[in-house]
Structures are given as C-alpha cells and as structure tokens.
C-alpha cells in the first residue's frame, strides 16, 4: 500500500487536519522526491537516446514517463484535499508550494520524453545530427543533470540554492540562443539534412521550457 493510499484512508478514518501535521509533511516531501527521481533518470535516459538514436532507451522512458504521470495525479489529488479540509494549518503555504513542484516535475518529464521521442523520426527516416550538433547535446544533457541534482539538494536556507536555479535557468535560455545561431552556421554550411534541422530545432524548444 503506499503511503498516499494509507495518509488519505487515516485522513478519512479520523478527519484529521493534515496541514499541521509534520508527518503527513514529510511523507508528501518523500513521495515527491520518488517522482523527481524517475524524472531525473528520464532526463538523462533520453538525450542518451536522441545522441546514440537507442529507440529501446525511449521506450523505458515513455514507460517510466507514465508512472510520473500517475504520480502527478495522484499527489495533485492528495494536496487538494488537504487544501480543501484544512485552510488554516500551518504548513498551507508548504503544501501548496509542493503542488507548484510536482507541476514543474511533470512539464521536465514531458519534455524529457519529447526530446527522447525525436529518435523514432532519425530512425524513421535515417536521420543524424552533426559532430557539433552531438556536442552541443551532450552539454544540454549535462546541464539540466545539474538543474535536476539541485533540485534535491534545498535546504534550510534557500537564498543561496534559489540564486543557484535562478544561474541555470539563464545558462539554459543563453545555451538555447547560442545554438540557435550555431544551428543556422550549420544550415548555411550544409551540414545536416533539411529533416535533421527540423528536428534539432524542435529539440532546441524543449531544452528551453525544461529551465
């Protein structure tokens, strides 16, 4: 039995106001790193797959994608029915900050996948990225590696850890300019086939929504 099963079955039973309860705090903040986890390993599973084009590496992540899926479900079922019976305890502003988490969580996932779901067509259709192209995926990857490590390092004092998010969000938005302009360098230079532009361009879009 989980423990979202279990926290809503005592919260039914005993009509309890979960929001000043530390426990029921913690075990939200677990669960929540459970899906920050599987969207951690999606994120990296699948510029694994759009760089060695591992169409069996997408299919675990478009598997795992759908646990995450769940899991945004149910946790954002579970927070509004705290919200709902308890709209004074203590931990209110804790909770509903969670609910923004897991949202931001499941828009990483989807993205994630999308990157990785670009390998069908480069098989479809024998598509390959350029030995730049392939570079500059590799510090994709690596960046948002370590957007998704700092997200599970926040503690007591978040002046510092925010400032950190703040730098790789705009490391990413000058990455995704910057390759922009390479990507069109290589067009003009005709190293990529007209369906491999199309595609590291649509790929460049998703990197930039996951900061």
């Not at 999308?114 to 510090?139: C, H, P, Q, W």
Request: hydrophobic content about 40%; overall charge negative; some cysteine.
């Amino acid at each position: 039995e989980s423990i979202l099963s279990f926290a809503h079955d005592e919260f039914m039973r005993n009509n309890l106001q979960l929001g000043f309860s530390a426990v029921y705090l913690k075990q939200l903040g677990e669960e929540i790193g459970k899906m920050l986890k599987l969207a951690k390993d999606n994120v990296d599973l699948c510029f694994e797959a759009i760089i060695h084009k591992d169409v069996k590496a997408t299919e675990k992540a478009d598997e795992r994608e759908e646990t995450i899926d769940l899991m945004n479900k149910e946790l954002g079922r579970y927070i509004s029915k705290i919200l709902i019976h308890d709209k004074t305890g203590n931990d209110i502003e804790a909770i509903e900050e969670y609910f923004r988490v897991i949202g931001n969580i499941e828009r990483i996932g989807d993205h994630a996948v999308n990157i990785g779901g670009y390998v069908y067509v480069m098989e479809k259709n024998d598509v390959t990225f350029s030995e730049g192209a392939i570079e500059e995926l590799r510090k994709m990857q690596d960046v948002c590696q370590k957007a998704m490590n700092l997200l599970t390092e926040m503690d007591d004092e978040p002046t510092e850890w925010l400032s950190k998010i703040a730098a790789l969000e705009q490391q990413m938005d000058d990455m995704t300019v910057k390759y922009r302009n390479n990507h069109i360098e290589r067009m003009k230079q005709g190293l990529c086939s007209e369906q491999g532009c199309i595609l590291f361009s649509e790929l460049l879009t998703d990197f930039e929504r996951m900061g």
